[in-house]
């Protein structure tokens, strides 16, 4: 059962969407750990998205950005791997324990409530990607 | 199984184009990709507009130089901005003026308005009837049209217009599907599997 929850929506910086990929994760891990505590463990649930080749629920590798993303490198990589090097850079124990895309994520969400839920669908305004964290409580 | 569509990558003779998505298009960071998406995320609502009140000015000038030199500029019109003026059904549309004229530089005339009102309710329309068609198309296909659909996504959340033309669409097409909205779904799905996950190692 969900019993306590607790977020923050950032903003990403614009200059970042024409970065390089090691850029815009060190600013989400910096942001995440911001938010979990620098002392924080646990599971994290990463929500990307943009189209992956997903080969194991925490392993995923970018396909291409949209949405006006147009960083320099990305498609080919890891994603997965990306948030684990910035999340370890910044000296954090969290766990990123899966890659969902956002829609997988929205389903995953409403059937938990309601398990009549059969499709989720995203109508969205532009390009947030997030990061969330289960607490081990 | 779960089946990600992509569907904003959908492109082909059944979706027209005007001359004001192959603008919108020519200007993104990836052009000749995500046909669909520029044609239905907010992202590019307020930019599909500003292409049409241009060439519509261009053709017949109601908005004045200024106003269309302001329109010209990259997002001129922000999502939440036309979602302002496509929300705004009052008889005086003092809303969509005043947000207008904060980003045109200047009060519109009322011929002016009302074709600024006109480009944005008829993106939003055409916005929300696509999206329509893209969840009555994946029903169908999956023989489920009574299912519980659940949304999330800003436009869905806060454009009260859009919400309202995709419900209003999907009835007109006889499905019985309920459209529940799941605020910030996808963070909190994403972390039930991660807890999930970790239950299961």
Known sequence: MLTWRQSEEVAIPAELLAGTCAQLFAFIAARVVAFAGAEATGALGFTFSFACSQTALDAGTLL???????????PGLDVVALLRTA?????????????????V??????RYADTRTSASVILGTGALSEARWVSQR | MIVNTEWGGFAGASLPRLPADEAVDAASANPRAQC???????????????????????EAPVLGPAAAAALARPDALPTPLLSRVANDASDDGADAAAALAEALGGPLSAPGLARCQEACSLVTRRAARLSAAGIAALLRHAGDTDATV???????????????GVRACLAEQGLG??????????GVGAALIAAAAGKAV
């Not at chain 1, 994520?105 to 409403?110: E, K, P, V």
């Open chain 1, 87 to 103: 999340l370890a850079a910044r000296g954090s124990a969290l766990s990123v324990a899966a890659l969902v895309n956002d829609t």
């Open chain 1, 64 to 74: 291409g950005w949209t949405k006006g993303f147009r960083l320099s490198d990305g």
């Open chain 1, 105 to 110: 994520g929205t389903l995953a969400a409403a």
């Open chain 2, 36 to 58: 669909f998406e520029k044609m239905v995320a907010g992202l590019y609502l307020g930019r599909v507009a500003a292409a049409l009140l241009l060439q519509a000015e261009a």
């Open chain 2, 150 to 164: 659940a949304m999330d996504g800003g436009l869905f959340e806060h454009h009260a217009a859009f919400a309202a």
């Open chain 2, 177 to 186: 599907a309920t459209l529940r909205l799941t605020p910030d779904g996808s």
